[in-house]
């Protein structure tokens, strides 16, 4: 089956720099990749996706870059924001029925 | 999109003890997911509750200990049976619609004592 990485697990930045979360996946038959953020008490949130014929997204300050050859895809955050504070996941799909999920990556956006 | 109610939000129970989370999606979806994300853990898939069959479940999961119900496209049940400290765990509904998206509801925050 498939399996994902990310790194790193912890992540502290200051208000107004750029994050990056990287994950890796070994199954070459997935082909969407989508993130999560999840805030304390709540469920996982989707705040962006990418499939696998496109390399990159973006939508305001969060982007997602793909490397289907080496089979990584990462998140960027510009301009962090303290609200941005929160855990993040990435996951990978084929066809979009079962997700497998990244281990985390907990952001502190220091103000 | 997808709008999906999870009841309830958090509970306290006793071990030997068995709870039943319910979770309502506002429109109907083919497949619902059960998760399981222990305390500072990823999700862990549990089954896939199938309208109009039995539920499929992952590796290490069991339905003597977590059976699910799906009467309906909008409507499941997850129960955790026979609950010991080791249950004490977020659980998510998960559904897929449009494809690929995967949308969650807010979590059952469940602790066993």
């Known amino acids: 089956g498939e399996n994902v990485e990310q790194h790193p697990s912890t992540l502290s930045v200051q208000e107004g720099d750029s994050a990056v979360i990287k994950c890796t996946y070994s199954d070459s038959a997935s082909n969407y990749f989508p993130w999560y953020k999840q805030e304390l008490g709540k469920g996982p949130q989707l705040i962006i996706d990418?499939?696998?014929?496109?390399g990159e997204k973006k939508d305001q300050r969060i982007a997602v870059t793909l490397n289907k050859t080496a089979k990584h895809f990462s998140l960027h955050i510009t301009e962090t924001q303290p609200e941005d504070s929160a855990v993040y996941f990435c996951a990978a799909s084929n066809t979009g029925n079962q997700f497998y999920f990244g281990t985390g990556t907990s952001l502190t956006v220091i103000p | 999109s997808a709008v999906i109610s999870q009841k309830p939000s958090r509970d306290i129970c006793q071990r030997g003890t068995s709870l039943t989370i319910q979770c309502q999606v506002d429109s109907q979806v083919t497949m619902m997911f059960w998760y399981r994300q222990q305390p500072g853990q990823s999700l862990t898939l549990i089954a896939t509750a199938n309208q109009g069959s039995e539920a499929t479940y992952e590796s290490g999961f069991v339905i003597d200990k977590f059976p699910i119900s799906r009467p309906n496209l909008t409507f499941s049940t997850l129960t955790v049976s026979n609950m010991s400290p080791e249950d004490s765990s977020i659980y998510l509904c998960?559904?897929?619609?449009?494809?690929?998206?995967?949308?969650f509801g807010q979590g059952t925050r469940l602790t066993v004592v």
């Open positions: 998960s559904v897929e619609k449009g494809g690929a998206w995967a949308f």
């Open positions: 990418i499939r696998s014929n496109v």
